[in-house]
């Protein structure tokens, strides 16, 4: 069974960085596309980029020239790089592959200060 562990950092200033970590366990990391997902409060959980085996990478255009998705193929991890966060956006932010494995991992909550 995939499983997927979200990790990264707390309370964030408006403007400030944060990066988030996704160890994925299984096999399917070295043959699918890897992607970052959010969910905010009310709506439905969304993309926000997704990266392919050889590291092109896909953003949302919400994150686009803010966040940076990358990924470690030895071990098995994810990374969001997220810089000039926006103040009062708190989102949980999942990983996993799309269209692809259930269930989710538990997410991470990133709140950002307004």
């Known amino acids: 069974q995939v499983q997927f562990v979200e990790s990264g950092g707390g309370l964030v200033q408006p403007g400030g960085s944060l990066r988030l970590s996704c160890a994925v366990s299984?096999?399917?990391?070295?043959?699918?596309?890897m992607a970052w997902y959010r969910q905010t409060p009310g709506k439905e959980r969304e993309l926000v980029a997704d990266?392919?085996?050889?590291?092109?990478?896909n953003y949302k255009d919400f994150v686009k020239g803010r966040f940076t998705i990358s990924r470690d193929n030895a071990k098995n991890t994810v990374n969001l790089q997220m810089n000039s966060l926006k103040p009062g956006v708190t989102a949980v932010y999942y990983c996993?592959?799309?269209?692809?494995?259930?269930?989710w991992g538990r997410g991470h909550q990133v709140p950002v200060s307004s």
């Open positions: 996993n592959a799309p269209n692809c494995c259930r269930p």
């Open positions: 299984g096999s399917i990391f070295r043959l699918y596309t």
């Open positions: 990266i392919h085996l050889s590291g092109s990478a």
